[in-house]
T-cell receptor
Framework: RKEVEQDPGPFNVPEGATVAFNCTYSNSASQSFFWYRQDCRKEPKLLMSVYSSGNEDGRFTAQLNRASQYISLLIRDSKLSDSATYLC????????????FGDGTTLTVKP | NAGVTQTPKFQVLKTGQSMTLQCAQDMNHNSMYWYRQDPGMGLRLIYYSASEGTTDKGEVPNGYNVSRLNKREFSLRLESAAPSQTSVYFCASIGRNTDTQYFGPGTRLTVL
């Protein structure tokens, strides 16, 4: 079993749709959690950190469920520019420890 | 600030050749990382350096060596390249008291 698992998709949605991605992790001692965005053939960039209390940044909402060991990302009112691969990242330590990446979920938003 | 830079951007090697991938960051970050990304897959950690003078193996270290030359620079060496090492290689760094990784633009390596 992989340490971090994501539904690979692809998710193909129309503009304006709401889409949700889930990610599960196997190590209950994991401390910090993130969503990164990766555009085709480019480097990943941080989208948002994920906190136990949940956090929102504009159209994006991230949530963490420690009991069930999963992380979610919700995108509302999808834009064409949201088309990308979304990577779930889990750190065992909170301070510059090793990161484990999921394989990514691909989203295509269509007009 | 240039952030994280990597050289070269592209490289083609023949099986058995050696090469060094260079990475440098100008953000005064302590920790640096080397990942590889194969098509359709996430990033896998090759080696990392939590601080200057230290290096540790990641998930897939076989066939690679690293050097943390100073706080700014972290190089990855392939001593005898194999076709299985064809991949995109990303370098990243993290500052103290933060978990945000900043990535370089990647090196696209093909081993024939």
């Amino acid at each position: 079993r992989k340490e971090v698992e994501q539904d690979p998709g692809p998710f193909n949605v129309p503009e304006g749709a709401t889409v949700a991605f889930n990610c599960t992790y196997s190590n209950s001692a994991s401390q910090s959690f993130f969503w990164y965005r990766q555009d085709c053939r480019k480097e990943p960039k941080l989208l948002m950190s994920v906190y136990s209390s949940g956090n929102e940044d504009g159209r994006f909402t991230a949530q963490l469920n420690r009991a069930s060991q999963y992380i979610s990302l919700l995108i509302r009112d999808s834009k064409l520019s949201d088309s990308a691969t979304y990577l779930c990242v889990v750190n065992l330590n909170t301070n510059a420890g090793k990161s484990t990446f999921g394989d990514g979920t691909t989203l295509t938003v269509k007009p | 600030n240039a952030g994280v830079t990597q050289t070269p951007k592209f490289q083609v090697l023949k099986t058995g050749q050696s090469m060094t991938l260079q990475c440098a960051q100008d953000m005064n970050h302590n920790s640096m990382y080397w990942y590889r990304q194969d098509p359709g897959m996430g990033l896998r950690l090759i080696y990392y350096s939590a601080s200057e003078g230290t290096t540790d193996k990641g998930e897939v270290p076989n066939g690679y060596n690293v050097s943390r030359l100073n706080k700014r620079e972290f190089s990855l060496r392939l001593e005898s390249a194999a076709p299985s090492q064809t991949s995109v290689y990303f370098c990243a760094s993290i500052g103290r008291n933060t978990d945000t990784q900043y990535f370089g633009p990647g090196t696209r390596l093909t081993v024939l």
